[in-house]
């Protein structure tokens, strides 16, 4: 009697161990694990994990029991379950920052590589990339266990380069996110343009245009990145496409070679980049009252130990490259105009500040009352003259 109840309470606790959800006995999910159970999220701000649940409890496991690289004393480490979607999965979703991913023990790796294609001018190229994986905790107190371990591995691959131009980010979207591992930081870059040397005061570009020489100061940024990276600017050159095309464009500079006007303040030593230009026109332009053209900015991101690397080195006439896999641009976002006017900055105004009218002239009606007078005198003295000889010839016939 004492062995059947023995066999009945090991059957209960295997049933209670072994018990499967309602909603993962209809699911057709519910199998044994397979290695595409997980979806990975590669996005700008956070990483996205999704792993099916059902297969989990096929395998004697629950949510509770699979956690990041093995670190079961960090709560951060663990998942959310969501039993609301069909299939059920089983959720890790953590931020793209230093704390984050060292705290899990995810594996951070920076790797180089030669540029070609949209890159080719550079001859490295940095790219970052995070991996990890979920496993299983096994609860056997005992010294043998008969459960599967279940291990799930992800990663994403980050380019550090991107082909960007005057940021319009608040209207592109928030994040771009690609459901495979290679993943991009688009939305954490932006380009603004200011009219002081403090980058305090942002640029305001009237319908007629900028004048002539008018100073611009371009900022690029980077936010909600990890501390490990810089912004590095690479080329930067206007077109009168809006898109980054080079059929007709002029370059501010690349590399070494720069537009004599321009400026570069601060480059691979922050998360912020800082040039300056002069206002210019297109010669294309030349027939119309204003000339319009879009900046573009070949910006990638470096590690911040291998920033001053990665600068190009002046002194230097000619540089070695290799050939290597293309890379090509993650994401472009697109300026708003850039209008410039025919005036040259410092130049007279022709208006008064006070009335708007020309100086020096009077306005049209004052100068319509003076031509009609002046008609009527000319008509006056011209019917006087007119009588003065008709009375003149009317004399000798009355004698």
């Known amino acids: 009697m004492r062995l059947v109840i023995l066999v009945c309470q090991l059957c209960l606790i295997l049933r209670i161990e072994a018990q499967i959800p309602e909603a993962c006995i209809i699911s057709t999910t519910n199998r044994p694990p397979e290695n595409s159970d997980i979806t990975v999220i590669c996005g700008s701000e956070y990483m996205d994990l999704s792993i099916y649940l059902c297969p989990m409890y096929q395998a004697l496991y629950n949510e509770s029991q699979m956690v990041l690289n093995n670190q079961i004393n960090t709560p951060e480490c663990y998942g959310t379950a969501d039993w609301n979607v069909d299939p059920p999965v089983l959720k890790f979703k953590f931020p793209l920052n230093d704390n984050s991913v060292s705290s899990c023990n995810n594996d951070f790796q920076i790797t180089n590589q030669i540029g070609t294609g949209e890159f080719s001018d550079f001859s490295n190229i940095q790219f970052v990339n995070i991996s990890g994986t979920v496993t299983s905790i096994d ?3 005992a010294m043998i266990t008969y459960r599967s371990q279940i291990l799930y591995k992800f990663s994403c691959f980050y380019p550090m380069q991107y082909l960007m131009n005057n940021t319009q980010l608040g209207v592109s979207g928030v994040n771009v996110a690609i459901r495979d591992n290679n993943g991009s930081f688009i939305s954490t870059l932006s380009m603004q343009l200011f009219r002081d040397e403090l980058y305090l005061q942002k640029l305001d570009i009237p319908q007629t245009g900028l004048n002539l020489k008018t100073k611009i100061y371009v900022a690029v940024k980077a936010t909600n990145l990890t501390d490990r990276f810089n912004v590095l600017l690479d080329r930067c050159y206007a077109t009168t496409s809006p898109y980054p095309e080079r059929t007709t464009f002029y370059d501010l500079f690349v590399g070494c070679q720069r537009d004599a006007q321009t ?4 480059n691979g030593q922050s998360q912020k980049a800082h040039f300056s230009f002069e ?14 053209f879009f900046l573009h900015c070949v910006t990638r991101l470096c590690e911040v130990a291998s920033c001053s690397q990665l600068l190009p080195n002046c002194e230097s006439t000619r540089r070695k490259r290799r050939e290597a896999p293309d890379v ?14 025919t005036k040259r900055t410092g130049e007279a105004q022709t208006l008064s500040s006070s009335s708007g009218q020309l100086e020096g002239s009077y306005s049209g009606p004052v100068v319509a009352v003076i031509v009609c007078i ?7 003295v011209s019917m006087a003259a007119y009588f003065a000889l008709y009375v003149k010839r009317r004399k000798p016939i009355t004698q």
Request: proline share 2%; no cysteine; aromatic share 4%.
């Open 139 to 141: 609860p056997s107190v």
């Open 263 to 266: 400026k570069v303040e601060l």
């Open 279 to 292: 206002a210019f026109r297109f010669v294309e332009h030349k027939n119309k009252t204003v000339s319009t």
């Open 328 to 341: 090509s641009a993650n994401a472009t976002v697109t300026s708003t105009v850039i209008v410039v006017g």
């Open 374 to 380: 002046v008609i009527l005198a000319i008509l006056l």
